[in-house]
């Protein structure tokens, strides 16, 4: 089996650019899965994983705080959505 081969049959076990996943004891990718995370909830643990590893601590922390204000930013028009809905219907 050649790196290719071996890198598809077990992305897990391999990483690219770094090797600040490595060492966790869950991988952030495989705790959102099990957990049904979105995207954005994804970010914000993989980020946080990360956080004293890979790069400048206040870089990871802002991007942090910017999936924080996407998801907060989601979830109230979402609830906008569903009042606007509701309303609707009670016409």
């Known amino acids: 089996m ?8 077990f992305p897990l076990d391999y990483q690219i650019g770094g090797d600040h996943y490595k060492n966790l ?18 970010a914000i643990i993989k980020y ?14 802002d991007k942090i705080i910017q999936f924080c204000n996407l998801e907060k930013d989601f979830i109230r028009k979402q609830d906008a ?3 606007s809905q509701k309303n609707n219907k009670n016409k």
């Not at 050649?2 to 049959?9: H, L, P, Q, R, V």
Request: net charge positive; aromatic share 16%; charged share 25%.
């Open 2 to 9: 050649n790196d290719k081969e071996f890198n598809e049959a």
């Open 25 to 42: 004891k869950i991988q952030p990718f495989t705790y959102a899965r099990a957990n049904n995370f979105n995207a954005t909830q994804f």
């Open 48 to 61: 946080a994983s990360r956080l004293y590893t890979k790069g400048d601590v206040f870089e990871q922390l």
């Open 81 to 83: 959505k569903s009042s």
